[in-house]
T-cell receptor, first 116, second 112 residues
Framework: EAQVTQNPRYLITVTGKKLTVTCSQN?????MSWYRQDPGLGLRQIYY???????DKGDVPEGYKVSRKEKRNFPLILESPSPNQTSLYFC???????????????FGPGTRLTVL | DAKTTQPTSMDCAEGRAANLPCNHS???????VYWYRQIHSQGPQYIIH???NNETNEMASLIITEDRKSSTLILPHATLRDTAVYYC?????????????FGAGTTVTVRA
């Protein structure tokens, strides 16, 4: 089954304790992206990657890091989480190339993060 | 990318067609109209997209006006499971950035 998986689904942590949210897709997609969703602010893009070893900032990258060492994985790293990073996080993936922007983006189930 | 305007919310009766409007009066010629939905904090789900012609798939139909300034998503026979927030998104063709800019969307409640 084609899917995007995220782990963990729920996480409660404390300020300053480094954490990683994993994202993996099994569709051989080139493009992967992280969004955060907050009430009243909609979904905002954090980082994206067009392919292995190619990443770039989205609209709200501060406080986050990403890496893309393998095509299927795109982890989101919070080196020193703060309470304003409490949010619902979504990973998404899509193919590129001739299918380009025609293609739908597949979203993961979400990770609800609480930073105390 | 062009901005979209959608009603905040709408109700619909189960089994009836749900017609969701979207205004995108500043859309440019190379921008597509996409629809996604999000069921209660799950990941958004792609529904349909189109450029200028009407489109239909197993989930919905998309009607785009001739001047492309507005569109309507039609769920032909709404079920309770169609209760969700529906997002109308306009994005440019051949962009190097595949970011989807989600607005507030329309909260659709399907009632039995």
């Amino acid at each position: 089954e084609a899917q995007v998986t995220q782990n963990p689904r729920y996480l409660i942590t404390v300020t300053g304790k480094k954490l990683t949210v994993t994202c993996s897709q099994n569709m051989n997609h080139e493009y992967m992206s992280w969004y955060r969703q907050d009430p009243g602010l909609g979904l905002r893009q954090i980082y994206y990657s067009m392919n292995v070893e190619v990443t770039d900032k989205g609209d709200v990258p501060e406080g986050y890091k990403v890496s893309r060492k393998e095509k299927r994985n795109f982890p989101l790293i919070l080196e020193s989480p703060s309470p304003n990073q409490t949010s619902l996080y979504f990973c998404a993936s899509s193919s590129l190339g001739w299918k380009g922007p025609y293609n739908e983006q597949f979203f993961g189930p979400g990770t609800r993060l609480t930073v105390l | 990318d062009a901005k979209t305007t959608q009603p905040t919310s709408m109700d619909c009766a189960e089994g009836r067609a749900a017609n969701l409007p979207c205004n995108h009066s500043t859309i440019s010629g190379n921008e597509y109209v996409y629809w996604y939905r999000q069921i209660h904090s799950q990941g958004p789900q792609y529904i349909i997209h189109g450029l200028k012609n009407n489109e239909t798939n197993e989930m919905a139909s998309l009607i785009i006006t001739e001047d492309r300034k507005s569109s309507t998503l039609i769920l032909p026979h709404a079920t309770l499971r169609d209760t969700a927030v529906y997002y109308c998104i306009v994005r440019v063709l051949s962009s190097n950035d595949y970011k989807l800019s989600f607005g507030a969307g329309t909260t659709v409640t399907v009632r039995a």
